[in-house]
């Protein structure tokens, strides 16, 4: 199983930026996927997932309204459209996949395969 996170860059602030993951060796499809993210000196936190299916979308309230998740189970791949980015969605973002109950998908210890992270800096 592996996962792999691309698209991370330098963005200005007030920009737009997309992140994708793609996964080989395991579907999505029928799984949660979650975008993580952690900055330095900050424990990784909840960017938001997607359900099975794709049926549902969550986001933590950072990022409501500014980033949205979506899927291309053709591809087999999971994309995080960030806008009106702002220096505070500095981080490493990862992408991981997991089957947890609803209440702790927001909880990293609830997924088990991680990709490997990508870097985006959002300047001032």
């Known amino acids: ?3 792999q996170a691309s698209g991370g860059g330098l963005v200005q602030a ?3 930026l997309s992140l994708s993951c793609a ?3 395991i579907s999505f499809s029928n799984r949660y996927m979650g ?3 952690q900055a330095p000196g900050k424990e ?3 960017v938001g997932a997607i359900s099975r299916f794709g049926l549902n979308t969550y986001y933590a309230d950072s990022v409501k309204g500014r980033f949205t998740i979506s899927m291309n189970n053709a591809k087999n791949a999971v994309y995080l459209q ?3 980015v702002n220096p505070e969605d500095t981080a490493f973002y990862y992408c991981a996949t997991g089957s947890p109950i609803h209440s702790q998908m ?3 210890s609830a997924y ?11 300047s001032s």
């Open 23 to 25: 996964a080989s060796g």
């Open 44 to 46: 990784r936190e909840f």
């Open 1 to 3: 199983v592996q996962l």
């Open 14 to 16: 007030g920009g737009s």
């Open 112 to 122: 088990g395969y991680w990709g490997q992270g990508t870097q985006v800096t959002v």
């Open 106 to 108: 927001f909880f990293p």
């Open 82 to 84: 960030m806008n009106s």
């Open 35 to 37: 975008w993580f993210r």
